[in-house]
């Protein structure tokens, strides 16, 4: 069976594993929270302006004139329960 790799382009586990043909198990690296948490702070931000725009855009609170970004996003806030008429 042809390997997408050669062997020298492998990890030094995944190397090791199929050198030995056993199977070995090969270690998953670890990511902290602290490398994790601008990610994490990223995706909450978009969320929180995707909600925004779904569900409160073009009322009582909205940034934008016009009836533009209640148009594009109306089926969407259906679709999850936001009501708009």
Do not use: K, N, W
Not at 38 to 47: E, H, N, R, S, T
């Amino acid at each position: 069976m042809a390997h997408a790799f050669p062997p020298a382009q492998l990890p030094a586990t995944a190397a090791a594993a199929r050198a030995d043909g056993a199977g070995a198990p090969v270690a998953l690296p670890t990511v902290s929270l602290r490398e994790l948490a601008p990610f994490l702070l990223l995706a909450l931000v978009l969320g929180a302006l995707a909600v925004y725009f779904v569900g409160a855009e073009q009322g009582a609170t909205s940034l934008l004139g016009g009836h533009v970004v209640h148009e594009f996003v109306h089926d969407g806030r259906h679709l999850i329960g936001f009501p708009c008429h």
